[in-house]
């Protein structure tokens, strides 16, 4: 918290500075910025009683990211965990995953497939396609429903547009050095009168990620390095002992190249709109499609992990680990209604999920020639109804929702000498499993006095249902055959907005929200762990409910100084976690010819996280503005049993205090921006003992604290010429992110060149 305060002091003192009102205020925060994650509908900065942090398209495509996961990072505003290239798992206010609701175009993203660990399901939503990112910190369950312990990330793709026959275009290339990659984007844009249409495609195709040469663990200068990787070979070798060798251990020429991250990615998008009526009662007609398709992602962390030699030869445990395939398609009919009084929302929506998870222990010799194959394949159809309504001064939001997930797993074991498939585990039930969600909510906002003080009071009522079912051959022999769970979960909102002067105000808000279980929390097989930890599912669970207390204060001086800095607390009942359990009577089972503690995800007691944020904006002179941003979190947990106390009651999914300090300046169509991106230091005693923190991918310190300096320009908008150039991770500097598996980028140059017409 020092930290915060130190930032603060050093807005405030900045004030006196800032004098002269100047007429391009682009690049500061605008109390009047219109928000659409806080209200579903429109609505001004000044208005949201929470902390909104936004990501513009322009900002995107400045920022020359690989992927979303890596955008998010460059803002300093999110916290992001990977365990491969091709991935990122967010954290808001120390919740991850299932924890965080992703939202696109109005339709949650989050199935019933979602786990509580790491996530990578960012990566396939096209950064090209987007008109804005909003992340909305703190609880959110009651315009969104379950999961938004954490906040909502709110994705917001780009709009057709109406008006005079006109066709419109771009194209974009993307050179990444470090990801050694190369991105081709395309899109046209056609508007009428009537009818408007996007079309956008997207290749990335990225090689082997290399880190950077400099490590910033002193006491190890070869930390991170991939010396060695398995190769398959292109033929089964039989050995003088009968057995069959089947891969190889190869020396890495380059051990600042991290082979098994390469993968690469096609994204599709199509938006249609159809206007329709009278325009003082006007109806707009909106076919959305999203496609997202991928090659196999390499589960890099785990093609790297160490281990004994009781469990296989030279510490790999792993010859193969990929997500093959990974696949998302969205569809949603959007219809939109609105005259002088309310406005009026539908949107229906089908989303399809396929995931397959590819693992082969490596020279295992009972195991090697066994390559295990599990399928999970969610169809998620959404309902949701939206209307906006003003009413004695009053504005009402309101809605309904409901959202079906349909789960089907199937495992397979292929002998890859013989190519024989027989049945093996799946992930989840492998019969069907199903969950049913409806809601409906309200949220009511007023100003009024001579202060401008705003209210805002919402609720919603949610009936969740979940069911399971195990074939009665099931791979694992399961003591039950299904597993259940009903549930009616109310949340609440409480906000003020009160103006305590001239562009000063105060926020504050209480919020209660909620998790459901899903498919992936009751009924999950899984080894998290090589011969340490297997989850196994569990009969009976409740929701994880949570409390949370937020007080947000922002002041903007003049159009060249913004700062806004503020607190929360929250408090989590019935926490989920995986913690020692039985399986059949049994305290371990046989994964892969290792005998493996069981573990199962229950409610283990209650955890308190808290911590604070602020912000600066200060253009310094004339056209070259300051931006800095900080962040930390505490995290604790109180064991209801104490067995499970490990003498560690630290929260897992933490992050150190981050942030980020920019330098950037404008001219026109120019730009130029100098970043340091920071990371503070996490010590081993503040890792969780859940596991989820992953301790073995860090020193035997912990994760030190690191700083990133990056470097970009480009001109826009050039007789339709768009061209961007950076250098990021100027010092060459090799580094993980905390919890994470894979080292980050080394230094790279990112080149952008794009045409419109």
């Known amino acids: 918290m020092k930290r915060l305060l130190w930032l603060a002091i050093l807005g405030i003192s900045s004030m006196s500075m800032a004098q002269v009102d100047i007429k391009d205020s682009s690049e500061i925060e605008s109390f009047d910025e219109v928000l659409i994650s806080a209200q579903r509908y429109e609505q001004t900065r000044k208005d949201a009683v929470r902390q909104v942090e936004v990501i513009s398209s322009k900002k995107l495509n400045e920022t020359q990211a690989a992927t979303l996961a890596e955008a998010l990072v460059n803002s300093g505003k999110v916290f992001v965990q990977k365990s491969q290239m091709g991935g990122g798992s967010p954290v808001l206010r120390g919740f991850e995953a299932s924890r965080v609701l992703m939202v696109v175009d109005g339709v949650r993203m989050n199935n019933a497939t979602f786990r509580a660990g790491h996530l990578q399901d960012i990566i396939a939503i096209d950064q090209f396609i987007l008109d804005r990112m909003e992340i909305n910190l703190g609880s959110g369950s009651t315009l969104y429903g379950s999961d938004a312990l954490g906040g909502v990330m709110y994705f917001k793709t780009k709009d057709v547009k109406f008006g005079s026959p006109k066709w419109s275009g771009s194209t974009n290339l993307r050179y990444l050095s470090a990801f050694n990659g190369v991105m081709a984007n395309a899109g046209i844009q056609y508007q009428s009168v009537r009818f408007g249409l996007i079309a956008n495609l997207t290749h990335s195709n990225y090689g082997d990620l290399r880190m950077g040469s400099n490590s910033y663990v002193d006491s190890n200068p070869d930390f991170g390095l991939r010396n060695y990787y398995v190769k398959q070979l292109d033929q089964p070798v039989l050995l003088s002992n009968g057995k069959y060798q089947v891969d190889t251990l190869m020396k890495n020429d380059d051990p600042l190249k991290q082979v098994g991250t390469a993968y690469n990615q096609t994204d599709v998008f199509v938006k249609m709109g159809l206007r329709t009526g009278k325009l003082n009662q006007r109806l707009v007609h909106v076919l959305n499609f999203q496609g997202s398709l991928n090659s196999n992602i390499p589960r890099y962390d785990r093609l790297q992990q160490q281990s004994t030699s009781t469990v296989a030869p030279y510490g790999i445990n792993q010859a193969r680990w990929d997500y093959a395939p990974q696949h998302r398609t969205f569809l949603s009919y959007t219809l939109n209604k609105e005259n002088d009084k309310h406005r009026n929302r539908l949107i229906i929506a089908h989303q399809y999920f ?27 159809i959404t309902a949701n109804y939206d209307r906006l309504d003003q009413w004695k001064g009053w504005q009402i939001n309101s809605g309904m929702e409901y959202v079906y997930n349909y789960v089907n797993s199937q495992g397979t074991i292929k002998n890859v000498v013989t190519g024989e498939i027989t049945p093996g585990s799946a992930r989840y039930v492998d019969s069907f499993g199903n969950t049913h969600s409806a809601s409906v909510f309200s949220q009511a906002s007023r100003t009024w006095g001579r202060f401008g003080t705003k209210i805002e009071l919402g609720a919603r009522v949610t009936y969740y249902s979940l069911r399971g079912v195990f074939t009665a051959n099931n791979y694992w022999n399961m003591p039950y055959p299904e597993v259940t769970f009903n549930q009616t979960a109310p949340s609440y909102n409480l906000g003020l907005v009160q103006p305590l002067g001239k562009n000063f105000l105060m926020k504050a808000s209480f919020n209660q929200a909620y998790r459901n279980p899903n498919i992936d929390d009751m009924s999950k097989v899984f080894e998290s762990l090589r011969g340490q930890k297997v989850l196994v599912p569990t009969e009976k669970l409740s929701p994880e409910v949570s409390q949370t207390a937020d007080l947000h204060f922002s002041y903007k001086f003049s159009q060249r100084f913004f700062v806004e800095f503020g607190g929360f607390y929250t408090v989590v009942d019935n926490l989920m976690s995986d913690v020692f359990g039985t399986f059949k009577g049994a305290d371990s089972l046989d994964w892969d010819g290792v005998k493996t503690p069981v573990y199962q995800i229950k409610n283990v007691g209650t955890g308190s996280i808290y911590g604070g944020f602020s912000n600066i904006q ?79 991918y860090a020193t035997a310190s912990g994760n030190p604290a690191w700083q990133v300096y990056n470097i970009r320009a480009g001109i826009s908008d050039f007789h339709g010429l768009n061209l961007m150039i ?8 090799r580094y993980r992110y905390f919890a994470s598996g894979v080292t980050a980028a080394g230094r790279g140059i990112h080149i952008t060149a794009g045409y419109k017409f």
């Not at 693992?359 to 969610?378: G, H, I, M, P, Y």
């Not at 950076?726 to 500097?733: K, M």
């Open 726 to 733: 950076s250098v990021e991770n100027l010092l060459d500097l």
């Open 618 to 696: 200060w253009n310094m002179v004339q056209k070259l503005w300051l931006n800095a941003s900080i962040n930390e979190t505490q995290g604790f947990v109180e064991y209801s049993n104490p067995d499970w106390n490990k003498g560690n009651n630290r929260l897992d999914h933490i992050p150190p205090v981050f942030g980020q300090v920019a330098l950037r300046w404008r001219e026109s169509k120019w730009f130029a921006e100098a970043q340091c991106v920071f990371n503070g230091a996490k010590p081993v005693s503040e890792y969780s003992v859940s596991g989820e923190d992953n301790l073995q």
């Open 354 to 380: 396929e995931v397959g998870r590819v693992t082969r222990s490596f020279n295992n010799s009972s195991n090697n020639l066994k390559e295990r194959t599990q399928l999970d394949k969610v169809n998620m």
